[in-house]
């Protein structure tokens, strides 16, 4: 055999190895990122059949969670409900937040045939801020809230019952940050959801017990006097701390709580005693009021038992706090600086949309001179030099089509995230980073193109015939 020959079908043999070396290297890099990322989206997928959409912050968990045992089909129970889990020391609020606060909210989106009931309220605890008093919760939350299936409902392609939630929070530690989430979650017609059993019996118990006896109350001045009977015989004796279920009507500090048990009953707003087996107490009503109640729907605490009971009320109640009214001079002044900065403000507006375009071009201006940057420049010169021999209009529309194509691509990923936001998802910029598929696609393509740069393969080579006679033209 010649000795070019055997040069031949040695360079041969070492490009045949180099060629299942670069291939053997290409799938160790790619099959990590392709299995870690499959992965992930078979454990998204296997969540989202079975549990809430979730928003994480430094403060608070929330969870939309449901128990359905037998399914959501007319005629069995079907409950869904917000689980909160607060960092220690931070607290959120009850229907009636007390002095200060604001109650979560919840609103949701149904289909056709499906109503959602009221939350069903946990008896809250006192929180005291200084010389207010708050009413709310720490540790774990959950708000459970009653669906109604009724025979008209019909699942949708997924053969679910697809619910929607969109909640508003307040929390608070001694600052406080208000807080909300939108939430997806889907529930099987065929099938059982019970995961969240146990917090759903937990809620259970913890909400308020209704009162089985009889209520008194009478309004006498600015206090309002309460007897209650038939409370557990095992309060007889002990301080119960009340909690009004409607708020800004008394007086948090004029309210029984758990250390103003007297005998017998004092004059004072906060006062309580038991009189045998009936308890009676005095709340004080609120100077600042802004409305009477023919009804005072009431919480009772005594350790971590409750009862509930909505207690008729008789007697007149004292006049009502009046809104202070704006003096004609204030309201004058207050009409000329709104005239004075509207147009101000629609200035600044377009002063500060042009302020951020220039930001942008700087911006880009000056990652195209980082390092990273400058091979791609390279191309780009290269591939500029290529189209010196095309009149000026063919240059101008390539010029054009390249522009309308780099805008094009940034107006449709910022159309696609919008679609995504205004359809319950919690996405900010960069959220296709955060997707395991998005980022292994990423991982292959860059390994590619390092092993195109490295030599160890060309793009025209494995290009389809038809392509690679385009690229040649």
């Not at 917090?199 to 006896?213: C, E, H, I, R």
């Not at 009409?335 to 042009?354: E, F, H, K, M, V």
């Amino acid at each position: 055999m010649k000795p070019s020959t055997t040069s031949t079908l040695a360079a041969l043999s070492a490009a045949r190895r180099l060629g299942y070396a670069c291939k053997l290297a290409l799938f160790l890099i790619a099959a990590p990122a392709i299995s870690t990322a499959s992965m992930a989206q078979i454990t998204l997928k296997t969540a989202s059949a079975t549990s809430a959409s979730v928003v994480q912050t430094d403060q608070v968990r929330a969870e939309l969670v449901a128990h359905a045992p037998q399914g959501a089909v007319p005629g069995q129970p079907v409950w869904v409900g917000l689980k909160i889990t607060h960092q220690p020391q931070w607290h959120t609020y009850w229907k009636n937040p007390g002095d200060s606060g604001l109650a979560t909210t919840v609103q949701w989106t149904l289909p056709a045939g499906v109503t959602a009931g009221d939350i069903a309220w946990p008896a809250p605890h006192s929180i005291p801020i200084g010389t207010m008093t708050n009413y709310g919760y720490e540790g774990t939350l959950l708000l459970p809230v009653p669906l109604t299936v009724s025979p008209a409902f019909q699942p949708g392609a997924t053969g679910d019952l697809e619910v929607k939630l969109n909640a508003s929070w307040l929390v608070c530690r001694q600052e406080c940050i208000p807080q909300d989430g939108n939430f997806v979650l889907r529930i099987p017609v065929k099938g059982s959801v019970a995961l969240n059993g146990a917090d759903f019996d937990a809620a259970q118990k913890a909400a308020p017990t209704p009162l089985v006896g009889s209520t008194q109350a009478d309004v006498a001045g600015k206090l309002l006097t309460l007897r209650v009977a038939g409370l557990p015989a095992a309060w007889q004796g002990k301080a119960l701390q009340a909690f009004p279920e409607i708020g800004a009507v008394f007086d948090t500090t004029g309210t029984p709580g758990s250390a103003t048990l007297a005998t017998p009953l004092g004059a004072d707003g906060g006062a309580q005693a038991w009189e045998g087996s009936t308890w009676t107490a005095r709340l004080a009503i609120s100077d600042q009021r802004l409305s009477d109640a023919a009804s005072l729907p009431l919480v009772l605490r005594q350790g971590d038992s409750t009862v509930q009971f909505t207690s008729a009320v008789t007697g007149t109640w004292p006049a009502l706090a009046t809104a202070a009214a704006v003096s004609p001079a204030l309201q004058s002044a207050l009409d000329a600086n709104r005239a004075a900065t509207a147009p101000a403000a629609s200035g600044g507006n377009w002063a500060a949309l042009g302020l951020a375009v220039l930001a942008a071009l700087l911006g880009g201006l000056i990652l195209n001179l980082m390092p990273c940057v400058l091979p791609v420049l390279a191309i780009k010169g290269m591939a500029i030099a290529q189209h010196a021999h095309q009149t000026r209009a063919q240059q101008r529309l390539q010029g054009i089509a390249y522009t309308v194509g780099v805008i094009g691509s940034f107006v449709a990923l910022g159309g696609l995230m919008l679609a995504l936001r205004a359809g319950g998802e919690q996405l900010g910029w960069g959220f296709h980073l955060q997707s395991p598929g998005v980022l292994a696609a990423l991982a292959v393509l860059f390994t590619l193109l390092g092993l195109n740069l490295a030599g160890l393969f060309e793009v025209g080579n494995v290009l389809p015939q038809g392509l690679a006679n385009l690229q040649a033209k």
